[in-house]
């Protein structure tokens, strides 16, 4: 009988380096993170101030309006716009329209939710260009894309609103105060919120394209996939 013993030297010792179809490539170890613009940043700490103060003044009437407590100094400049749009004067308030305060309770949604976008930037974030990565940058772009897709609708519906009441509110002001005091100010919160919408967007397919192995895509600004090394 021949003994097993003399055969064990003739087996080569184990591999202890990992098999090649067990290694994982660089391309699945991409590290995907989203980048905040730094345009969409400015026009969120500019934006959101300003939403506060009219969100206040529409769910303070009538004491914020001319005459009320609450007026001056706050909302002193409410005077004039309410005669531009009339949406936010004495008009729609008699009227009990409630239209305005509608999108004012829908104001304060979205500037919770802007404001908790900017929370996990400033807490996550890394470096000058505070990139954010893993679960925390997925919530931060699918909040930020959401509430972007939120500020346009409720900005378009404003604007159909006045084109299907024949512009009741606003057809009664001279083309420079219409563009100067109504169309510029309000388009912001068309082009800007689309602008930061899309690099989200961008983000969001960027990252969906990593974690089905196609790291080739480009993310919305030059922030490459880090990989480990």
Not at 63 to 74: E, L, Q, R, Y
Request: charged letters at 15%; a neutral charge.
């Amino acid at each position: 009988m021949v003994s097993t013993r003399a055969h064990k030297s003739e087996f080569p010792p184990p591999d202890a380096t990992p098999s090649k179809a067990l290694t994982r490539s660089p391309r699945s170890r991409s590290k995907w993170q989203h980048v905040p613009s730094p345009i969409a940043l400015l026009w969120l700490l500019v934006s959101l101030p300003l939403v506060i103060w009219d969100t206040g003044y529409v769910l303070l009437r009538p004491h914020s309006m001319p005459g009320g407590w609450a007026h001056a100094p706050i909302w002193k400049p409410y005077e004039l716009y309410g005669k531009v749009d009339y949406m936010y004067g004495w008009k729609a308030y008699n009227e009990r329209n409630g239209f305005t305060a509608a999108q004012g309770a829908l104001n304060m949604v979205e500037t919770v939710g802007y404001l908790g976008y900017l929370w996990v930037v400033w807490d996550y974030g890394e470096g000058e260009k505070r990139a954010v990565g893993g679960g925390w940058g997925g919530v931060a772009c699918l909040v930020g894309f959401a509430l972007c897709v939120m500020t346009v609708s409720k900005t378009v519906l404003y604007w159909l609103n006045e084109y299907y009441s024949g512009f009741e509110n606003i057809g009664h002001n001279d083309p420079m105060s219409l563009i100067f005091l109504w169309l510029i100010p309000n388009g912001a919160w068309l082009v800007l919120p689309s602008y930061m919408g899309y690099l989200l967007a961008r983000d969001i397919l960027h990252g969906l394209a990593i974690a089905s192995g196609d790291a080739s895509s480009k993310p919305a600004r030059a922030a490459e996939p880090i990989k480990d090394e």
